[in-house]
């Protein structure tokens, strides 16, 4: 049972602006930096975004993360087709000490 | 260019003991954080466990009385074991690396995945 909660679909026409939520609590995206994943259609997941907020080589700058209190955020601008994937959420959680994703949110354009 | 790879079988009877090693190649074995990662048919991503190039293991709390992840530096592997396995432990199971720059818990490299079926 993921400990994260994010909404289990979103979508957006090409070139749209698309936001994806994560919402956890003081144990988790609270106390500690957020990382989100990538996963296309029958790939491994791929890393997206760490520390909350940073971008790894070869990530283009349409993705970006955030962090207020106890929720994160996704955002891809200038949606394209080959954003079409699952995105999830991570974070270390203090309670449970260990790593727990979010539900996955599955990206459609449209 | 590090690269991971899982190995194990591909089917199992309910109240075996799952054995996957996972192979690094391109790097060594001896830093980082080495993760096990899996992912029922058509769910999310659920976090097993790692190990520390030191030998120390943290392990998921759902699933820590049946886990054991282990580290051979001689081989460059680290392999993971999930004993009594039921119909729930059928997953796609991931390796991956965290601990690079970009993070402690930040899953930078990943193997393709080894789907496990748990069938009688």
């Known amino acids: 049972q993921s400990v994260l909660t994010q909404p289990p679909s979103a979508s957006g026409t090409p070139g749209q602006r698309v936001t994806i939520s994560c919402s956890g609590s003081s144990s988790n995206i609270g106390g500690n930096s957020v990382n989100w994943y990538q996963q296309l259609p029958g790939t491994a997941p791929k890393l997206l975004i760490y520390s909350t907020n940073q971008r790894p080589s070869g990530v283009p700058d349409r993705f970006s993360g955030s962090k207020s209190g106890t929720s994160a955020s996704l955002a891809i601008s200038g949606l394209q087709s080959e954003d079409e994937a699952d995105y999830y959420c991570a974070a270390w959680d203090d309670s449970l000490h260990g790593n727990v994703f979010g539900t996955g949110t599955k990206v459609t354009v449209l | ?120």
């Open chain 2, 1 to 120: 260019q590090v690269q991971l790879q899982e190995s194990g079988p591909g089917l199992m009877k309910p109240s075996e003991t799952l054995s996957l090693t996972c192979t690094v190649s391109g790097g060594s074995i001896s830093t980082y954080y080495w993760t096990w990662i899996r992912q029922p048919p058509g769910r999310g991503l659920e976090w097993i466990g790692y190990i520390y190039y030191t030998g120390s293991t943290t392990y998921n709390p759902s699933l820590k009385s049946r886990v054991t992840i282990s580290l051979d530096t001689s081989k460059n592997q680290f392999s993971l074991k999930l004993s009594s396995v039921t119909a729930a432990d059928t997953a796609v199971y991931y390796c991956a690396r965290a601990g690079s720059s970009l993070g402690a818990n930040a899953f930078d490299i990943w193997g393709q995945g080894t789907m496990v079926t748990v069938s009688s």
